[in-house]
């Protein structure tokens, strides 16, 4: 649609192509370029408005849909009370934790026109409204050629309301009656921003913040609990530590040599051992033991106590704290602390020493 549907009158009144005289008697002029105006009123072709000269320019027809609009912004304004749409908005709170949503849901009630414009540009605000719960928002007001789709809702400091509406087919821009009743009933109310000093925001926002004041207690709880956890199993292995000498009591085992650590007699017991290290002993259940030593090239390996061997027992141990090296014939622990761990988690009592002479003859007795 590219023809002037509405000029003006010498004293400034809007006239829409049906409210005048034929012709040249129309008495309009154009909005934008100030020429006069003839009325075309034919029964082929729609009525409209042409320059007496034909200088019609892209600018004049431009002038025409805000002449369209303005009566639009007065009609809309001239409402001493005004029925706002329904507001769907979606409130999302950023925090530490990541964020959360509250779908809300929202009528807001009009108070009053707090101030307005008339020849506010396109996309500018025409008014300010001010809600029944103290809120603020801004009013647009577009006449559009193009279809009109939704509209995205977000929240700020001032809430923002559109009204969009369709340019009226030439039938209904013959009369200014005609062609505000079209733009009534074609009209799309649509919020773009909420404004969060609004009682309904304020409380999602609230309890947005009550939800997130929890959920960071949560976690902190639970970060508690596993420390306590943590601290529970660590002093189960020191109790079992403590309970080894209850059935490793200090004595000199018949047939192993009396020595300390790294003197002649447990070389071939400990193949390796690192002079001085402190040895670790492990009962299982089965009547299972094991030695954990420091070899001399300081790596930390783990054998069947002397004279306690049984079949398997290199593949005893999880492969992710070591291997088995049969050239030492010990299991060499890649990670010392994970090993550590595993031993003790297997184990139902653990010592420490400095020689096998120090250990009953059959650890394995209680």
């Not at 026109?113 to 300010?128: Q, Y």
């Not at 141990?317 to 070591?322: F, I, N, Q, S, Y």
């Amino acid at each position: 649609m590219s023809e002037i549907f509405a000029g003006v009158t010498t004293s400034g009144e809007t006239r829409l192509i049906g409210e005048v005289a034929q012709g040249a008697a129309c008495g309009c002029f154009c909005r934008a370029c100030g020429s006069p105006l003839v009325a075309k009123q034919g029964d082929v072709l729609s009525w409209h408005f042409a320059h007496v000269a034909k200088q019609e320019n892209p600018e004049c027809y431009v002038g025409a849909l805000n002449l369209i609009r303005r009566l639009a912004i007065e009609d809309i304004l001239g409402n001493a009370v005004l029925n706002l749409p329904e507001c769907h908005v979606t409130i999302r709170r950023r925090s530490g934790l990541g964020h959360s949503d509250a779908k809300l849901v929202w009528q807001p009630e009009f108070e009053r026109w707090v101030d307005f414009s008339m020849d506010a540009p396109k996309g500018a605000t025409v008014a300010r409204i001010r809600l029944v719960d103290g809120g603020v928002a801004e009013l647009s007001v577009e006449a559009t050629e193009s279809s009109i789709s939704a509209l995205p809702v977000a929240v700020g400091d001032t809430g923002m309301i559109a009204c969009r509406f369709p340019i009226p087919a030439p039938q209904h821009l013959r009369t200014f009656e005609a062609a505000m009743a079209q733009i009534r009933a074609t009209a799309a109310w649509q919020w773009i921003r909420v404004p969060a000093g609004a009682a309904q925001v304020r409380h999602a926002i609230e309890q947005l913040d009550a939800q997130d004041r929890l959920e960071a207690a949560r976690i902190d709880k639970l970060a508690h609990q596993r420390a306590v956890e943590a601290g529970s199993r660590w002093a189960g292995i020191a109790k079992r530590n403590r309970a080894g000498e209850a059935f490793l009591r200090p004595r000199q085992a018949p047939g192993i040599p009396p020595t300390s650590g790294g003197e002649e007699g447990a070389g071939d017991l400990l193949p390796g051992r690192s002079p001085g290290c402190t040895l670790t002993f492990y009962k299982l259940p089965g009547e299972k033991l094991w030695v954990r030593y420091m070899r001399a090239d300081k790596r930390y390996v783990v054998i069947p106590f002397p004279g306690h061997p049984w079949v398997g027992w290199e593949n005893d141990l999880p492969p992710a704290v070591g291997r088995y090296d049969p050239e030492l014939q010990a299991y060499v622990l890649d990670d010392v602390f994970r090993g550590m761990e595993a031993l003790a988690e297997l184990s139902s009592t653990v010592k420490s020493g400095r020689s096998l002479a120090e250990f009953i003859s059959d650890p394995c007795q209680d």
